[in-house]
């Protein structure tokens, strides 16, 4: 969306000015994380797993849902915002249909709404309880009548929790955490160079279709067997993942392509490859941390009993999708119960809270607090049924 990123400009440059030169800070990190790679095997493993598995579980289908969206203002002269915020009775249903729907990009369009001032802290809320994130698509693909099940749930537990919410707190509660709308004429900011556009634009189609083929447990790198390197997959992954990270580091992933003249592939490549960036935080968070603390998760849910509810639903507080896969594939192969995947599904806030945290941190702790709530006790109103 437009607005998406001109929220994103909004917060990581001082006075809502366009990013005119490559920031310092994404460049370190980069050369700190390729200065690990080099030192531990190991790392570089995970860290080249995190940045393929980032891209095609997540980023594909974020941009893809940002393309519909964009082409659908473009179509149909539409601007979700305005349409949004005159339909303010509307705002919760809608957030939570598109954060119940598979995928981080429904949820990434409503967070980055409420960061604009668009919708209330409700809808924030309603969205947070009804993404289970792309943990969707792997118990859509293995058990769909459980996903029916699950996704039904978690959006009518999301309209509820975001009325109340908004309810007791109304439309503008934590607004002050997230500053007034701005509106730009996109003059001093940098779009992606064309180059950059249309070689990621290239790899975003085969990269859907793989991300899809993954999602159903489809052996890709049997498909591609006639291409001539080992793991094909992994290495168009993190092609993919790669050049999002150069894109971020040299300061377009942060620029207001509002203007009249900026085109459709320049915005989802500038907004995705932010996205990208905070989803590969995770994962490599969440893998790396695994990896030097020799915490073994999946021991610690078999070892649970009346714990199992409330594990999934802290699992469920740590950002990112990758938390959520892994109990959805425990939960998959029997490791834990119903009542310990619907915590998570629930209490998960998928990719979306990543641009939240950095734009609003104070609004998302408190929005991933309050999804606590409805996840513990549909969690365990499930374990009280035997499930």
């Given amino acids: 969306m437009p607005a998406m990123v001109s929220s994103i400009r909004r917060q990581l440059t001082p006075g809502g000015l366009g990013v005119t030169r490559a920031p ?33 579980a997540v980023s594909v289908f974020v941009a893809a849902t940002l393309a519909a969206a964009l082409l659908f203002e473009t179509v149909f002269r539409v601007d979700l915002s305005d349409w949004l915020a005159r339909r303010t009775a509307w705002q919760i249903p809608i957030a939570a249909l598109l954060g119940a729907l598979p995928g981080c990009g429904g949820a990434v369009i409503v967070v980055t709404q409420y960061l ?87 790899l975003l189609a085969p990269g859907l279709a793989l991300g899809l083929l993954l999602a159903f447990q489809v052996d890709t790198d049997a498909l591609l067997g006639f291409l001539p390197v080992a793991e094909p997959t992994l290495w168009i992954g993190v092609a993919g993942g790669g050049l999002s990270l150069l894109i971020w580091a040299g300061g377009w992933a942060a620029a207001d392509t509002t203007n009249a003249d900026a085109t459709l592939s320049p915005r989802v490549v500038a907004t995705t490859s932010f996205v990208t960036v905070w989803v590969v935080a995770g994962f490599l968070a969440y893998e790396l941390g695994s990896h030097y ?95």
């Fill in 24 to 56: 310092v800070g994404p460049v370190l990190a980069l050369a700190a994380l390729s200065a690990l790679m080099l030192i531990d095997p190991a790392a570089r493993e995970i860290a080249l797993a995190a940045l393929s598995d980032a891209y095609l």
């Fill in 116 to 202: 604009r001032g668009s919708i209330g802290f409700g809808s924030l809320i309603a969205v947070l309880t009804s993404t289970m994130g792309d943990a969707a698509f792997l118990l859509l693909a293995r058990e769909p009548d459980t996903a029916a099940l699950v996704f039904g749930l978690s959006l009518v537990v999301g309209i509820v929790s975001g009325a109340i919410v908004e309810r007791l707190h109304g439309r503008d509660f934590m607004r002050a955490d997230t500053g007034p709308p701005v509106r730009t004429t996109g003059a001093g900011t940098r779009l992606p160079p064309g180059a950059a556009t249309r070689l990621w634009m290239a």
């Fill in 293 to 387: 603390s020799g915490i073994d998760i999946a021991a610690a849910f078999r070892n649970a009993a009346v714990l199992l509810p409330l594990i999934g639903v802290l699992v469920g507080l740590l950002p990112g999708c990758g938390p959520a896969i892994v109990v959805t594939t425990l939960y998959l192969t029997g490791v834990v119960p119903l009542s310990a995947q619907l915590g998570n599904a629930i209490g998960n806030d998928g990719d979306a809270l990543f641009p939240a945290m950095a734009m609003a941190p104070k609004a998302a702790v408190v929005a991933t607090l309050y999804t606590m709530i409805p996840a513990l006790l549909l969690g365990y109103a499930a374990y009280g049924l035997g499930y």
